[in-house]
């Protein structure tokens, strides 16, 4: 089945460290995206990748940094110049392009800092 | 800049009960517009989607009508089970970017 997965569920960081969540997707879409979620609160933007070797910060990108080296992978590293890091992260994909499709999203990872 | 806003919950209803959740949108040309689930601990799901105005989304009984007049895209459901309670978004594209309202609690009770 076609989808997108996101590793691990849960991680737990010490202050100071970086941390890198995984992202992958055989659904053969261009485009990738990272959210952060906090409680009662919507989605925010982090990154964002139209195409391979291409992305663009999004809302809150302080903190935080990706690579897209391969169609099917969007990790993203949460620094440790990333003040408040726990949070709910969620990865998603859609097509991309002129066709506007619906984004596709994955199980999310939640990061806490202990 | 583009944006959506919806009501802010908890929404409590019982079992039966009609449903509205209010969302409208400001964006630039000819966003897409989407419903998305969430239920505790998992990303979220496509719910419904409408393209185009006038334009109305279905899915599991759940509908949503694209009004460019009133740049609204509300939700609506004639009958909620207990199975309905999750975190309701709404969600616009445009030129590839997704942005999302805040979400909306809903706690259906039997």
């Known amino acids: 089945d076609g989808g997108i997965t996101q590793s691990p569920k849960y991680l737990f960081r010490k202050e100071g460290q970086n941390v890198t969540l995984s992202c992958e997707q055989n659904l053969n879409h261009d485009a990738m995206y990272w959210y952060r979620q906090d409680p009662g609160q919507g989605l925010r933007l982090i990154y964002y990748s139209q195409i391979v070797n291409d992305f663009q910060k999004g809302d809150i990108a302080e903190g935080y940094s990706v690579s897209r080296e391969k169609k099917e992978s969007f990790p993203l590293t949460v620094t440790s110049a990333q003040k408040n890091p726990t949070a709910f992260y969620l990865c998603a994909s859609n097509k991309g392009g002129q066709l506007v499709t619906e984004a596709f999203f994955g199980q999310g990872t939640r990061l806490t800092v202990v | 800049g583009d944006s959506v806003t919806q009501m802010e919950g908890p929404v409590t209803l019982s079992e039966e009960a009609f449903l509205t959740i209010n969302c409208t949108y400001t964006a630039t040309g000819y966003p897409s517009l989407f419903w998305y689930v969430q239920y505790p601990g998992e990303g979220l799901q496509l719910l419904l989607k409408a393209t185009k105005a006038d334009d109305k989304g279905s899915n599991k009984g759940f509908e949503a009508t694209y009004r460019k007049e009133t740049t609204s895209f509300h939700l609506e459901k004639g009958s909620v089970q207990v199975s309905d309670s999750a975190v309701y978004f709404c969600?616009?594209?445009?030129?590839?970017?997704?942005?999302f309202g805040s979400g909306t609690k809903l706690n259906v009770k039997p």
């Open positions: 969600a616009l594209c445009n030129f590839n970017k997704f942005y």
